[in-house]
C-alpha cells in the first residue's frame, strides 16, 4: 500500500490547461478502472472531482476531465480559473475493500 | 441534505485506545458503505479504513491493520473507529466519508473532520 506518486506542483496561468499525473502500480492504477481524484482547498474537507477514471459527479465543471494509460492517471484542468487554487489528490481502489491516495500535488494559478 | 459529523478526538497518550464516531443524515444510511480517511497535519490524505453497507466487507491501510476497527450501526445511522495501541503518527484529522454505493465507489461526500493528537 505505498502512496501513489504525484508532482508535488503544477503551475499556470489564467486560461491556461494543465496536467496532473498520479502514479501507481500493476496492483492498484493498472487493474482497475476506479482512479478518483480530489480537489481540496485549505480548511476545507475534500471534494469529487472525477471519478471511474474520467467521469464527473454532477455540478462539476466540464473543465475538469481525467484519463489512465497502465498504471498512470491523469487530471487535466482546462480553461484554469483563480478558484482552481488548491490541493489535488488521485485515489485509487487496490483490491481487498482498500483503497490509496495519491501525495497530493498543488495547484497554483499565477 | 448529507450531513456527516464526527465526534470522539482529542489528545490521548501513546498506547492508549480512542474511539470515533460519525453520525449520519439526509440519506438511507444502510444503503453506502461508508470510510475513515486521515490527514496528518500538513500531509496529505490517507485512507484508514472501510466497511460495507451490512459489514460484510471490511478494509483497513496496511499502517492501522491489527490496531483499529471500524463498524457501523445502521439502526442508529452511525459509524464507528476503534483506535487501539495509538502512535504519534496516528495525530491527524480523521475524516469520515460516504461511498457513492458499494465499498469500491468513490467518496462522494466527507465530514469536517475530528481532530485526534496522540502525545505524551
Known amino acids: 500500500q505505498s502512496a501513489l506518486t504525484q508532482p508535488a506542483s503544477v503551475s499556470g496561468s489564467p486560461g491556461q490547461s494543465i496536467t496532473i499525473s498520479c502514479t501507481g502500480t500493476?496492483?492498484?492504477?493498472?487493474?482497475?478502472?476506479?482512479v478518483s481524484w480530489y480537489q481540496q482547498h485549505p480548511g476545507k474537507a475534500p471534494k469529487l472531482m472525477i471519478y471511474?477514471?474520467?467521469k464527473r459527479p454532477s455540478g462539476v465543471s466540464n473543465r475538469f476531465s481525467g484519463s489512465k494509460s497502465g498504471n498512470t492517471a491523469s487530471l487535466t484542468i482546462s480553461g484554469l480559473q483563480a478558484e482552481d487554487e488548491a490541493d489535488y489528490y488521485c485515489?485509487?481502489?487496490?483490491?481487498?475493500?482498500?483503497?490509496?491516495f495519491g501525495t497530493g500535488t498543488k495547484v497554483t494559478v499565477l | 441534505e448529507v450531513q456527516l459529523v464526527e465526534s470522539g478526538g482529542g489528545l490521548v497518550q501513546p498506547g492508549r485506545s480512542l474511539r470515533l464516531s460519525c453520525a449520519a443524515s439526509?440519506?438511507?444510511?444502510?444503503?453506502?458503505?461508508m470510510h475513515w480517511v486521515r490527514q496528518a497535519p500538513g500531509k496529505g490524505l490517507e485512507w484508514v479504513s472501510g466497511?460495507?453497507?451490512?459489514?460484510?466487507?471490511?478494509g483497513y491501510a496496511d499502517s492501522v491493520k491489527g490496531r483499529f476497527t471500524i463498524s457501523r450501526d445502521n439502526a442508529k445511522n452511525s459509524l464507528y473507529l476503534q483506535m487501539n495501541s495509538l502512535r504519534a503518527e496516528d495525530t491527524a484529522l480523521y475524516y469520515c466519508?460516504?461511498?457513492?454505493?458499494?465499498?469500491?465507489?468513490?467518496?462522494?461526500?466527507w465530514g469536517q473532520g475530528t481532530l485526534v493528537t496522540v502525545s505524551s
Open positions: 466519508a460516504k461511498s457513492a454505493g458499494g465499498v469500491i465507489a468513490p467518496f462522494d461526500y
Open positions: 466497511i460495507s453497507w451490512n459489514s460484510g466487507s471490511i
Open positions: 439526509g440519506f438511507t444510511f444502510d444503503d453506502y458503505a
Open positions: 485515489c485509487s481502489y487496490a483490491g481487498s475493500s482498500t483503497f490509496v
Open positions: 471511474e477514471v474520467s
Open positions: 500493476s496492483s492498484d492504477v493498472g487493474s482497475y478502472n476506479l
